[in-house]
């Protein structure tokens, strides 16, 4: 009985969604969503207004520019929340403590990551630094630097990774996105213009484009680096109440 | 536009999906879980989001997975009925 409800719950919930499609309006005509609303617009003068040749990232960081810091302060708040249920770690409590990396890992597995580690890291800071002219930015580049930390982590266990990547250096980096995003907006009401403006007044012509893609690429960086490390520090959060709760175990 | 390829990562993908939910190991679930992020990406390139491509690979296959790992290692791997 419960079976049957909940299969013909999710059918419903199929033929809805199936419904919905059939009711989008059909590629390369007048209602198409390319055609329609501020989409036109973006697309024949996102790069001029927004001063990035890759549109998404114009659409993002400029037209968006509020929605996206609100995106970053998400991330933030998610490891705020980790850190508020886990508990933050702990100087001294895994120095001494139990050795997650006591399972051997094979060597295959170690050399297959100490090899491809340096590439996809180099991939990421490409994506991060390449954001404007190409696919990809600050999110995109972050989480591939976060992942390859982790993978990092998994394979050379915890203890490793904590003396490359230690806590005093991460936890000044957590916020970097939050806050290189609100230095950017707060730039321009300093200057006496609103809140994330990218066109500085007295600044014009070629000068112009420069600064407001310096300053696009600080916010990117920003992005790339403070998520990566929220991802990274997140783990390692969960990863060292583990070892924690072991210590507690055998004491 | 390959729709062959298209079709075949459609297929892993309502697959992996469906396996995701039936199976009743939960690191099991993750794994495949993973792989379903990876057709997910390959599919995201095919529709030209090559931004959305890069996020799912690295969220979705890579920290996903890694933070689904470490929870089931810190509470049960198997699903009760």
Redesign the interface.
Same mark, same amino acid.
């Given at each position: 009985m419960r079976r049957l409800l909940i299969t013909g719950a999710l059918a419903l919930v199929g033929l809805v969604l199936l419904y919905g499609v059939g009711k989008m309006p059909p590629m390369n005509t007048r209602l198409a969503p390319d055609k329609t609303h501020v989409v036109p617009r973006y697309l024949e003068k996102g790069e001029e207004e927004a001063g990035a040749k890759n549109i998404?990232t114009g659409i993002i960081l400029n037209y968006r520019g509020y929605d996206t810091s609100g995106e970053v302060t998400v991330i933030f708040s998610a490891l705020c929340a980790v850190i508020a249920i886990l508990d933050r770690e702990k100087k001294g409590r895994s120095r001494s403590g139990v050795d997650a990396s006591a399972i051997q890992t094979s060597v295959i597995v170690k050399t297959v990551v100490r090899f491809s580690l340096p590439v996809v890291v180099l991939f990421a800071v490409y994506?991060i630094l390449h954001g404007e002219p190409s696919?990809?930015?600050g $999110?995109?580049?972050g989480?591939?630097i976060?992942?390859s930390v982790?993978?990092f982590t998994?394979v050379f266990g915890l203890p490793v990774s904590t003396r490359r990547m230690p806590p005093g250096s991460r936890i000044p980096l957590e916020s970097v996105n939050v806050l290189g995003f609100l230095a950017m907006g707060f730039l321009g009401v300093a200057l006496g213009v609103e809140f994330l403006t990218y066109l500085l007044p007295g600044i014009h012509g070629a000068l112009a484009d420069t600064v407001r893609s310096l300053m696009l690429t600080v916010i990117e960086i920003g992005i790339g680096v403070g998520g990566g490390v929220i $991802?990274v520090s997140?783990?390692f959060t969960?990863?060292r109440?583990?070892q924690y709760e072991l210590q507690q175990d055998t004491a | 536009m390959n729709w062959t390829l298209d079709l075949l990562l459609m297929i892993f993908l309502v697959a992996t999906a469906a396996a995701a939910i039936v199976l009743r190991d939960l690191l099991a679930a993750a794994v495949v879980f993973s792989a379903y992020s990876l057709m997910m990406a390959m599919l995201w390139t095919q529709l030209r989001a090559?931004?959305l491509a890069?996020?799912e690979a690295?969220?979705g296959a890579?920290?996903t997975t890694?933070?689904f790992i470490?929870?089931i290692?810190?509470t049960v791997r198997k699903e009760g009925k």
């Open positions: 998404i994506v696919p990809g930015g $999110f995109q580049g989480a591939v976060g992942a982790i993978l998994l $991802f997140i783990v969960m990863i109440e583990d | 090559p931004d890069i996020t690295a969220v890579g920290i890694v933070l470490i929870t290692y810190k």
